[in-house]
């Protein structure tokens, strides 16, 4: 664990352009955080809208006092700060479902492996099933099953998710089992869940954390995208792809912008998470080179 | 080999009827189909109740999933509640429109993907593959339906060379309705078939370039150059057989992924497939509809990585021995 942190930030040839990534990562992970400071309007307070200034295009000046950098789109809310706000959101969904998907798969990849045996058959047998079935067919199934709302889409995401990391995860498992600590440790008598997550799983994690930014990535798009097909986050607090969505009926009769902007925020969200990840993986997997 | 692949579709096909249940009891604690089929306004209590009875909700749950699954094993999936047709025929009726936008697609992005990726892995680190290396992480990041989105932004709104959405005129060919044989087909066909064909570019590239890095590495190749071959023929004779396996293998996976992801592109281009209507079953609560078509795409997409296990026995002479 602790070397992969280092070897992350080690100032090695190439150091310069992960951090350039980073930085924009880190940027819009701000941004997010400070929503409420930076955003002219609050979108999701009715008071603050002024219904008689929707679809303003960018640029114009508002009655509150303030300019619509990007416009408004058809319901008066500023689409500055409805991206902030939906980037709150993208970005909470994405790593709350991430970091449960990841930890999740890495303690059934895990158990998986030390139990061998049915345990192993039974979940490896899920993840395969899962693995072949596209992400997003994955995420319509569990999306039509447990219903609409955000913490349902985070429940989704893992479904969706936990399988890479479990499939990862119990390649390393399996070699590290085999070894001789474990049989020290259990010559100790410590119990089966104690040796798992104390001493199997800090040892076959490595894997697994070079996944979550990839992951990531996916999470942010496929919440995206699910919202966008209105099967997502609930339509009243938009995250980035029900920004782009209320923006699509508006794209035919020529106001781009209320589509346009949100998609780029999340275009770019997603490509600094993908070059981080990419860079991440090059860093720590130098036979992919 | 094949015992293997049999043994694999039982295990999917047992998998997928746990799964059926579990989306059974699922899909019954989302809402109440007979609201969306009553007008809620006028409505009284018998309206209500003889609704529930002839959709058959008012059986015990156990009872509605034994009579599903016995009815889908016979291909049955109920009536649709919305269109009052057979929900698989529904499905199937839908099934040619997107097939032809997969295939479409398919046929670009394959070829496309597989020069670029040559081009790339035959000049590592030099700006050519950089440059590939780096549009495929763009464009695998775009989000499809925003990438869609643009797409008639620009295809349509701005330049007016496409039509913005809609499948054109059709022609019978085989059994079903085409629209890619006619020129008003082929014109509203570009537009979301570039939006599918894109991020599969991008993918197939990247497999292709990694796979020709390694080959170009090994003794035969070395071979090849050695005996005076033109680096033309080794790339093609040599370099992309021994990498055809894990490139079937991702067309073949990307190929039902269209068909999911269709789903996206359908819904923006108006595109009246298969995904067009799951999305509008979704939200209509039409739950035969529902089930048919996630069943249809799950069992479609466990046939065809059968069917790409297969191919391997063609393509790598090395599976076919026993052993």
């Known amino acids: 664990m602790k070397t992969v942190t280092l070897r992350i930030l080690g100032k090695r040839p190439g150091g310069v352009r992960i951090n350039l990534h980073l930085l924009m990562l880190a940027t819009y992970i701000l941004l997010a955080v400070m929503a409420s400071v930076i955003a002219p309007q609050n979108p999701y307070d009715p008071l603050q809208i002024l219904a008689w200034e929707a679809s303003s295009p960018p640029n114009t000046a508002s009655g509150g006092g303030y300019t619509y950098l990007l416009g408004t789109d058809g319901l008066g809310r500023d689409i500055f700060s409805t991206i902030l706000y939906g980037l709150r959101i993208s970005l909470f969904v994405a790593f709350t479902s991430t970091a449960l998907a990841a930890f999740i798969g890495v303690t059934a990849g895990v158990t998986a492996a030390y139990c061998a045996g049915w345990v192993d058959a039974l979940i490896m047998r899920i993840v395969d099933l899962q693995l072949s079935l596209p992400t997003i067919l994955v995420a319509l199934i569990a999306i039509v099953t447990l219903g609409p709302g955000i913490d349902r889409i985070i429940l989704a995401l893992v479904i969706v998710q936990w399988a890479t990391y479990a499939r990862v995860t119990r390649g390393v498992a399996m070699s590290e089992a085999a070894k001789s600590y474990l049989d020290a440790a259990r010559l100790l008598r410590l119990s089966t869940p104690r040796i798992i997550l104390r001493h199997l799983l800090p040892n076959s994690i490595a894997p697994a954390i070079t996944l979550i930014p990839i992951e990531l990535g996916h999470a942010v798009a496929l919440e995206a995208t699910l919202s966008f097909l209105g099967l997502g986050v609930p339509i009243d607090k938009p995250s980035l792809g029900s920004a782009v969505a209320n923006g699509f009926q508006y794209l035919l009769t020529g106001q781009y912008w209320i589509s346009l902007f949100p998609g780029l925020a999340l275009f770019g969200l997603i490509v600094s998470i993908n070059f981080v990840g990419e860079d991440m993986r090059r860093r720590l997997d130098p036979g992919s080179r | ?323």
């Open chain 2, 1 to 323: 080999m094949i015992s293997a692949i049999v043994g694999r579709l039982v295990q999917a096909f047992l998998l997928l009827l746990v799964m059926s249940l579990i989306g059974f009891i699922g899909i019954h604690s989302v809402g109440n189909p007979v609201f969306n089929l009553v007008n809620s306004e006028t409505a009284t209590v018998q309206d209500i109740r003889n609704a529930t009875i002839a959709l058959g909700l008012d059986q015990p749950l156990w009872q509605q999933y034994f009579l599903f699954i016995g009815n889908v094993l016979t291909g049955n999936f109920g009536v649709s509640y919305i269109y009052h047709l057979p929900a698989f025929a529904l499905v199937m009726s839908k099934l040619p429109a997107t097939l032809e936008l997969a295939i479409v697609a398919m046929s670009v992005a394959a070829p496309s993907g597989i020069l670029l990726g040559l081009l790339a892995g035959r000049r590592k680190d030099q700006p050519v593959d950089r440059a590939v290396l780096r549009a495929s992480v763009v464009a695998l990041s775009i989000p499809s339906f925003w990438l869609s989105m643009m797409l008639i932004l620009i295809g349509a709104i701005l330049t007016g060379w496409f039509p913005s959405g809609g499948r054109g005129s059709t022609v019978s060919f085989l059994g079903a309705d085409w629209s890619f044989l006619t020129l008003d087909g082929l014109g509203k066909l570009v537009l979301p078939a570039t939006a599918l064909a894109l991020p599969n570019i991008a993918l197939i590239a990247r497999l292709t370039r990694s796979g020709t890095i390694e080959v170009e590495t090994q003794d035969f190749t070395r071979f090849c150059q050695a005996k005076g071959l033109s680096p033309r023929r080794i790339l093609f004779r040599h370099t992309l057989p021994n990498i055809s396996v894990p490139i079937v293998t991702i067309i073949g996976m990307q190929f039902g992924g269209m068909l999911a992801f269709a789903v996206v592109v359908e819904t923006i281009f108006n595109w009246p497939g298969v995904g067009k209507l799951l999305i509008d079953s979704i939200q209509l609560l039409d739950r035969p509809v529902v089930m048919a078509t996630l069943t249809f795409i799950s069992i479609a997409f466990v046939c065809l990585n059968a069917i790409v296990d297969l191919f391997y026995v063609v393509l790598d002479p090395r599976t076919r021995r026993v052993g």
